[in-house]
């Protein structure tokens, strides 16, 4: 049994030893029990990336069973961007958890849901009134923006974009661009929802305007704006692949929804927090939301989502017509709190766009020596390489994965995304350490020669 036993256990945090130590293969005999009761007991369509069984995690390293210690270039899908078992965000939950864990917000509303509303409205772009609403997961915060858009504007169309992902639920399945795995045989899913094309600098060519052109087009002439309730949008594409549009594309989708009054919705549920360098990446492109959707790195692991926005926008539901058991549950307030203060006390931005240009040397150096890199892309701590023919540009997904199994194998966290499965990207917490970064990326490195 790995039943974890509380001596030999390292506590999480910062203060675990902040190195890559493998005692055994990956996975371990203690993570092979692990993942075996796993395969027996849990539902084949929950994957996993990362063979063992994490015991615990802090600064920039994830631990196993074994006694490996792992670098940590994921994050969990870049939410544990204050760090993992930051120690505010654990005494904000003691703290909480031992006065109340619940009392729903919709029943007996308590002040930690009121501050992490108002912090939210303080800190998203813009200086307009803003209001926020909290729910649990990213894709529950987009469904909600889209029913906020859609009671506010009394219309019903939604559009999404080539590459995009917005969640698993059934609305938000039908905005996620891609089949395999999130979609297939899951249907039929939810109607009055179009699909525009993205501005993918490295494969269309398209500046941001004629990108954006190409995309205003369709929206008018398949939808027309009087029927169109929002258009929704990641500002860096996640899953799809750490997609960075060419500059005003996103500036001019802006323009031509407020120009029609159509919601602009950006999902910030990946890039939010700090993630691209700023505390939210629209702030990197200057642009203004209408509406905004957060979750992953606001509450340091704890889960939580919002819709932030105009206040006119946000209080076009009836009293009532949002909410949920859990949704700005307070245990998961007071992490949030806690993650927002160190956000800001401790310039978390600064320190993702430090790491941005240690991502981008590194890779650029092996893009140089490795024609197979066609592109090396992205914003603060959330940076990727695309594999592709030096030639055609054809994507090459197996190499990604070669690549990313090998860096598991050899000690370094790293996830794979892409429409095409072809990109390797890399979302450090940013705890992590200069020197651990770079032995990660060294890893990366070797395991790529390692593929000729
Ligand atoms: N919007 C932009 O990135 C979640 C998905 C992992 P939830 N991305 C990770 C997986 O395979 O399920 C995501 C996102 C963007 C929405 C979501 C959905 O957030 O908290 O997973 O529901």
Redo the contacts with the bound molecule.
Sequence with gaps: MSTIDAVTTPLGGPTLPQERRLVTEIPGPRSQELLARKAAAVAAGVGHTVPIEAVAAGGGVVVDADGNSLIDLGSG?AVTTVGNAHPAVVAAVQAQAAQFTHTCFMISPYESYVAVAEALNRLTPGDHAKKSALFN????A?ENAVKIARKHTGRQAVVAFDHG????TNLTMALTAKSMPYKSGFGPFAPEVYRAPASYPFRDGLSGADAAARAISLLEKQIGADNLAAVLI?PVQ??GGFIVPADGFLNALVDWCRAHGVVFIA?E??TGFARTGALFASERFGIVPDLITT??GIAGGLPL?AVTGRAEIMDAAHPGGLGGTYGGNPVACAAALAAIAAFEDDDLPARARQLETVLKNRLAALQQSDPRIGDVRGLGAMVAVEFADPVTKAPDAALAAAVAKACIAKGVIVLTCGTYGNVIRFLPPLSIGDDLLNEGLDVVASALADTR
């Design positions: 899908i997961s990213g894709a529950e987009v992902y917005h969640g698993r990641e996640g899953e999902d549920v990946q979750a992953k989502a």
